[in-house]
């Protein structure tokens, strides 16, 4: 979404305002995208730290961010993420 986009609101779509131009919405918009942006940084730091710590679910994870990466060798000895070409 860009400031030049319709705001998503009741009122805007009335008055057909910008987000840039629709009160507080803008700083809104923005302090949410900084916000999950965080979310996600912070999520992706816990699992790289429990993925160090843990070895109780080694192998129990199939899918998920705590999955195992399951790996190939290829015919020059180089390993690759499993199903790549």
Known sequence: MTLRQRCKCDSA?????????????????ADL???LDGWQRAENAFY????????????RWTTGPLA???T???ADGKERP????
């Open 13 to 29: 779509n009335d008055l057909r305002l910008p987000l840039a131009a629709c009160g507080r919405h803008a700083r809104q918009l």
């Open 33 to 35: 995208v900084l916000n």
């Open 48 to 59: 790289t730290i429990l993925r160090r710590k843990s070895t109780s679910a080694a192998g």
């Open 68 to 70: 195992d990466k399951q």
């Open 72 to 74: 190939e060798r290829t």
């Open 82 to 85: 499993a199903g790549s070409l």
